[in-house]
């Protein structure tokens, strides 16, 4: 098992190392990280330049104003009377207030024409309903197996929360949290300490035992039940805190022999 596991957080290293490399190369922030940070900078330069305004002589509302016309580059005449220390500061403000604010209208016009805004208020509002769930099942992995059981779960009046780290899944109307499911916080972000079952169907069996580890850690009496897809694996994921382990290549092999080995029987039932 400590094998399986060393393996399985080398691949989880290298992962993360190829995933700072691409951030690195994005600007290191997602863009609505890069927004927040963006109307941050732009709040604080507002501020000091309405401090810096008053402290030269104007009066609040004044100083808010000649704050606003100059980063939004208006460009209103001055007040009278100004001297060598207003010019100096409305340049510096100009500098950092323009900057910042073309930084940030840029962001806003990426996240509106690459869709990623909507998608971040569908993500939350979908986030918001994952955490009014209490008592649903969460499954990991949403390929052949995991539609499978989703829609029998479903079909016997379960809730259902999805996790699937490919972001071209489609879930249809079922709640999915997209990301790893061996990280504890995707497991959180799917209500793992308010569900009633677990179940792991990854088509890795490494991955399949590292999730069965965290679920049992962070919840003891959760039960789980786990897909193994092969033989050496079923005793591990046990050993791991799987309370049912399942082979469903097994099982369906054995349903097909049964099939052609009755052959005789409901041939003979039909006549």
């Known amino acids: 098992m400590k094998v399986v596991l060393g393996r399985r957080q080398a691949r989880r290293a290298q992962r993360s190392r190829g995933g700072s490399r691409r951030r690195l190369v994005s600007g290191g922030l997602e863009p609505v990280e890069r927004l927040i940070a963006g109307l941050t900078v732009l709040a604080v330069i507002l501020a000091a330049g309405t401090t810096g305004y008053v402290l030269l002589g104007l009066g609040l509302l004044d100083a808010l104003y000649q704050t606003v016309i100059t980063v939004s580059t208006v460009g209103y005449s001055d007040p009278a009377g100004t001297g060598g220390r207003y010019q100096i500061f409305t340049i510096a403000l100009i500098l950092l207030g323009t900057g910042t604010s073309l930084y940030t209208v840029g962001v806003v016009i990426e996240m509106l024409f690459e869709g990623r805004l909507d998608d971040h208020i569908r993500r939350r509002r979908m986030q918001r309903s994952i955490d009014s769930l209490s008592g649903h099942a969460v499954v990991c992995g949403y390929g052949q197996v ?126």
Request: net charge negative.
């Open 146 to 271: 995991g539609q499978a059981i989703a829609a029998a779960m479903i079909d016997a009046g379960t809730d259902v929360v999805l996790i699937d780290s490919d972001s071209d899944v489609d879930p249809g109307d079922l709640h999915l949290v997209p990301g790893d499911a061996t990280h504890d916080s995707t497991l959180r972000n799917a209500g793992l300490e308010r569900a009633s079952s677990l179940v792991v169907a990854l088509d890795s069996d490494a991955d399949n035992l590292y999730v069965a580890l965290s679920a049992r850690a962070l919840c003891p009496e959760l039960f789980i039940v786990a897909r193994a897809n092969s033989g050496d694996a079923l005793p591990k994921l046990q050993q791991a805190g799987a309370d049912r382990v399942i082979n469903p290549h097994q099982i369906g092999g054995a349903h097909m022999a049964e099939a052609a080995l009755r052959q005789d029987a409901a041939g003979d039932g039909e006549r």
